[in-house]
């Protein structure tokens, strides 16, 4: 039987890891005491294994078990349940990592338009720009001219913030046509098909019926957050909408797991097509490393799956574009929010520069 890698950092002494990994593994298959199980095919096949543990030095190890693909059903939400379900309660241990067999490739298929799909939406060849519309409170036509003005400063994506969802102040169905019009307007006098991204939010029905709503008004690109609306109906909706693309907040992700494996890796080959992070030195306490190795998850060579194009954001600001370049390449999206919003009545010359400086001459 396949087997999934699942790869743990867990805390211990040297004479307790080899019994503390062994724990992980039963707790993340069967869940009970192997001894009072008598059936060989769950004792040699369903059954987690221990298939290695490395000292990282200072009390740390990393511990892989191989996990039976079966027990996943191959459904979003399982997965993630058989990846950390219970040992995510337990304080010592953190999922930085899973190596998926082959053939997740195919029942998960990854991004629908991936990071060429993202650049060919808006006509681009190298770095991304994005902002969001804030803030939460706003009424629709407040956010519509906040958006056709910094769409008319020539960016790629305006996302809503994922904190403005479907409230009285701003509906959903009243703020996405307004919003929508008003970018449609200012991309036609720019040339640049800019793109603007509603906040999914609610239940399975209301997501969809949301969807439905942007098709109506030739949106194809949208906000959803993994975590809060759940994997399963992320997957869900990606699945049934292939035309559109999925750009994923990771808000409610600050779990003890890995955000380059959540993000990078988890939330790519359940589709999204671009990965919200907040990147190392704004709001968050994130290090370059991880934020390396999640742009590196999102963007390495993996059969059947599309590049996802990693969104370092949180606190970012014009000064540090060049320095986000360089760290991060071209294959990226540039998401600069509050401190571009701060322009205020210069709002539209603010974004100019904000695209000059990351497409360049």
Known sequence: MNRIQAVYRVHSDANSIAARARGIAVEQSVEMPTGPIGDAYVLDEIVGRVEDVKD?????????????????????????????????LQSDAELVDAVFPAEFAQIFGGPNQGMAGLRARVKAKGALTATALKPQGSPPAVLAKLAQDIALGGIDYIKD??????????????????????????????????????????????????????????????????????LSQFHTLKKENPDFAFVAHPSFGGLA??????????????????AIFPNHGGRFGY????????????????????PCIPVPAGGMSLDRIPEMLDFFGRDVMLLIGGSLLSAKDKITGETARFCAAVRGP
């Open 56 to 88: 990282l030095g200072s009390g740390a190890y990393e511990v892989r078990i191989g996990l039976a693909a079966d027990t996943t059903g191959f459904e979003a939400g399982q997965l993630a349940n058989m990846l950390f379900g219970n040992t995510s």
């Open 257 to 274: 797991m890995a955000p380059s494996f959540l993000f990078g890796k988890l939330f790519r080959l359940l589709g999204a097509d671009a």
């Open 161 to 230: 913030d994922h904190g403005i969802a479907d409230q009285s102040y701003s509906p959903f169905a009243e703020r996405v046509p307004a919003v929508a019009e008003a970018v449609a307007k200012a991309a036609a006098q720019t040339g640049i098909p800019t793109r603007y991204l509603p906040s999914l939010n609610g239940n399975l029905d209301a997501m969809r019926k949301q969807i439905a709503l942007c098709r109506k008004h030739g949106l194809d690109t949208v906000l959803a957050t993994p975590m809060l609306a759940g």
């Open 287 to 306: 290090t370059p490393e991880e934020c390396r190795r999640l742009a590196r998850f999102a963007l390495e060579d993996w059969p059947c799956v599309k």
